[in-house]
């Protein structure tokens, strides 16, 4: 058999670039030499590529037959490089342009979402570029979760229990983008469910986020190695259950291909379960929650690379059936 050749592309220019190195570190020793052949593209955090950069002309990258962009956040996971690939006409791994873009954007995301009818926590969205709200004050009783729109692990994100803490929630926001979002905060656990393409999409069994801190910050996801995972969460049939149908209805509403983590929140007073965010390209490493609920759920590490490249292939398989003029 003729082996795939496969790029892979990580680093990147967002805040997640370590985080994207040590995925394609994982990958790159699980991915089966037999049938693939592997291209690096590694993306500085200046934005410069190694050994060089794909191109944007259809055939002008003939070592290629799929790509897999490994980035997490901006200028990765935002529907930037999927752009890019859909101008090379280069199938690749994951979501498309417009399901990426909206999945960064959590004011849209949620938007999608409740058109969908899933459940999602009161919210405010505020744009700076359309109103002045420097001295506002909270719409929502305390606690409350202020984000930049468009980031990623909790960068930007503060929980605020007053007004003096709220103001300065909106200001390290808007730090980080124009354009923020304001939440009713939800005292309870936290879940997480991966979410694997195909028809139809299927969700693993889903793990609980027990973080050591205030909230699921960056710190603790990423530097203090303190928070605890419980794999499988502990729920009842009905709950995973719900869990799962939420998360493929996540998927579903903002148009995710392939594969996409879905997070939630579970209030304590009311039993009710949130659908938080979806992430599209998700961490990827060897102990990273999405491919860890695949493993718990019966696909091992290497074969979901492998189910999310061959999807990514029928994709485009589909797509040129497709016709872009008469
Ligand atoms: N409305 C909320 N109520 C309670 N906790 C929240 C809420 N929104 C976010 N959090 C906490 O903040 C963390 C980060 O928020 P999230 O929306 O997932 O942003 P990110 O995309 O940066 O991961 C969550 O994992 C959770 O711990
Ligand atoms: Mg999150």
């Given at each position: ?106 004011a849209?995301?949620k938007r ?11 919210y405010a969205v505020w744009d ?21 729109a ?29 354009k923020i979002v304001v ?144």
């Open positions: 058999m003729k082996k795939i050749k496969l790029g892979l592309i990580y680093g990147g220019r967002s805040g997640e670039h370590e985080i994207s190195v040590r995925s394609a570190q994982s990958v790159l020793k699980a991915l089966d030499r037999e049938r693939y052949d592997v291209r690096e593209f590694f993306i500085s955090k200046e934005g410069k590529w190694a050994p060089h950069p794909i191109l944007p002309e259809p055939g002008s990258n003939p070592d290629l037959d799929v790509v897999f962009p490994l980035m997490h956040g901006t200028f990765g996971e935002d529907g930037t490089m999927q752009g890019l690939l859909e101008l090379a006409a280069l199938p690749y791994v994951g979501a498309g342009v417009l399901a990426s873009a909206v999945s960064m954007d959590k849209v995301m999608l979402c409740e058109a969908a009818g899933l459940p999602i926590v009161e700076r570029q359309h109103r002045d709200f420097t001295n506002a004050s909270s719409p929502f009783a305390f606690p409350v979760f202020v984000k930049p468009n980031l990623g692990s909790s960068v930007g994100i503060s929980k605020a229990k007053n007004e003096d803490e709220f103001r300065a929630a909106v200001s390290m926001a808007t730090r980080f983008d124009h939440e009713r905060g939800v005292t309870g656990r936290e879940f997480e469910c991966s979410v694997l393409g195909g028809r139809p999409a299927t969700a693993a069994t889903p793990c609980e986020i027990l973080p050591s801190r205030e909230f699921y910050d960056y710190e603790d996801k990423y530097l203090l190695d303190k928070a605890k995972i419980e794999l499988p969460a502990r729920l009842t049939l009905e709950q995973t259950a719900e869990i799962q149908r939420l998360a493929v209805g996540c998927f579903e509403a903002v148009g995710c291909e392939g594969m996409g983590r879905v997070d939630f929140l579970m209030e304590t007073s009311t039993g009710r379960i949130y659908v938080n965010e979806i992430n599209t390209i998700p961490g990827f490493t060897s102990i990273s929650m999405y491919p860890k609920m695949w493993e718990y759920s019966g696909i091992a590490y290497s074969a979901l690379l492998d189910r999310l490249i061959d999807l990514a292939l029928e994709r485009a398989a589909t797509r040129h059936e497709l016709s872009y003029s008469l």
